[in-house]
């Protein structure tokens, strides 16, 4: 009996210096609070894709004032559980002793979450409440098509073989368009001009050729990429598609624009039109091509 006593008496007294230790350890400040997050505010909408600014302060549990953070990660996801799995974004960026970050997001009209935590005095804080903010939806549909721009003429590639001849082009068989003259025309008209020069070939070849250019393909449509068919896809034919993506829509469908060589087929050659409500699955792959 009296050996139990002893060692009663003896866990007793290791949880009362526990709870001693651990209280002069928060009195100390040795265990930050979650910083305080400021920019983006909680359910922004319509936030610009580009450059995001995100900004926090940090916080001492003992301290009413901000305390400098030796070190700071900053995570976002497009899952409130930032669960990581394969279907999300879920990733971690330090950001040293800067309460700051500038970041450009990946997709147009898309919420993302995001939170932060802070190391003072060798000790992590917990991550903060998670915020959400939602970017906002881009439309280059609003920006005209201008065939006169050298987009379409002596600065595309394709051009004039590939051109049709209400530009000046030369295309053969008498066709009213050309999907990859457009296509390439339409990206360099609103600036993504970085790795056009690779996307010469037929319709089919172009996601193959963006990948060997170093340029991100995948099957996300974003507004600003080119969506692509390979041969016999639906009704594209044996060269494939490509088109323009002007819009996502808030459905998920999307606003293209077009060119297409079909010489005497009816309802596909032409030389531009927009094409609205279109299902992704439609194409098998997206590039993204980016600007400078």
Not at 28 to 47: E, I, Q, R, S, Y
Not at 265 to 270: A, E, R, S
Request: hydrophobic share 35%; with cysteine; charged share 20%.
């Amino acid at each position: 009996m009296n050996k139990i006593q002893s060692i009663l008496r003896l866990f007793s007294a290791s949880i009362l210096w526990l709870m001693v230790l651990t209280s002069s350890v928060m009195a100390a400040g040795f265990f930050p609070m979650p910083p305080t997050l400021f920019t983006p505010a909680n359910n922004a909408k319509d936030v610009p894709q580009n450059k995001v600014y995100f900004s926090w302060s940090n916080k001492n549990v003992s301290s009413t004032t901000p305390e400098p953070a030796t070190e700071n990660e900053v995570q976002f996801s497009d899952e409130k559980s930032f669960s990581c799995d394969k279907s999300s974004t879920c990733n971690k960026t330090p950001t040293g002793k800067s309460t700051t970050l500038t970041r450009d997001m990946a997709y147009s009209g898309k919420v993302y979450f995001w939170r932060v935590r802070s190391k003072i005095n060798g000790f992590w804080s917990d991550w903060t409440t998670a915020r959400s903010f939602t970017t906002a939806i881009l439309d280059f549909s609003k920006i005209a098509v201008d065939f006169n721009s050298s987009a379409y003429r002596s600065n595309n590639p394709l051009y004039p073989a590939f051109a049709p001849k209400s530009v000046g082009g030369t295309i053969d068989r008498g066709a009213l368009g050309n999907c990859t003259w457009y296509a390439n025309g339409r990206a360099r008209e609103l600036g993504f001009t970085v790795g056009l020069k690779s996307l010469t070939g037929t319709a089919k070849t172009w996601a193959t050729s963006a990948k060997n250019a170093g340029i991100v393909v995948d099957s996300t449509p974003t507004a600003g990429s080119i969506a692509q068919s390979t041969e016999n896809r639906l009704s594209y034919g044996a060269l494939g598609h490509v088109a323009f993506v002007e819009k996502v829509n808030a459905n998920g469908t999307l606003l293209i624009s077009e060119s297409s060589y079909a010489p005497g087929v009816k309802d596909w050659d032409f030389d531009y039109r927009p094409r609205d409500n279109v299902k992704p699955s439609e194409f098998n792959n997206y590039i993204h091509v980016t600007k400078p």
